[in-house]
């Protein structure tokens, strides 16, 4: 089964930065929409950011207030995380979906394992 492989979390302190990186075990999923998810602790999983097969067209969670960056390549999605704030500590998951653009984590059909942030104050 295939599967999708996070890399990049770890501990920063508050105000730095971090770029989350995602490739598929196997394969690619360039025709995919491919998002950012995060569970923070003793919270319910919530969307970061996706972006479409083609790359031009982005969403993102309005609460980020534009310190998060989604992009893509032919090989892998990132998420770069930036004025990282405690609040932003959670584990961040990747996952992809034929649904175009979807925010609905119930559309998203193959997922990593996720990979944790943790920030400092």
């Known amino acids: 089964q295939v599967h999708l492989v996070e890399s990049g979390g770890g501990l920063v302190q508050a105000g730095g930065s971090l770029r989350l990186s995602c490739a598929p075990s196997e394969g690619t999923f360039s025709t995919y929409t491919m998002g950012w998810f995060r569970q923070r602790p003793e919270k319910e999983r919530e969307i970061v950011a996706v972006i479409g097969w083609g790359g031009g067209s982005t969403k993102y969670a309005a609460s980020l207030k534009g310190r998060f960056t989604i992009s893509r390549n032919s090989a892998r999605v990132y998420l770069q995380m930036n004025s990282l704030e405690p609040e932003d500590t959670a584990v961040y998951s990747c996952?992809?979906?034929?649904?175009?653009?979807?925010?609905?984590?119930?559309?998203?059909?193959?997922w990593g394992q996720g990979t944790q942030v943790t920030v400092s104050s």
């Open positions: 996952a992809a979906t034929r649904s175009y653009l979807s925010t609905d984590s119930r559309d998203y059909d193959y």
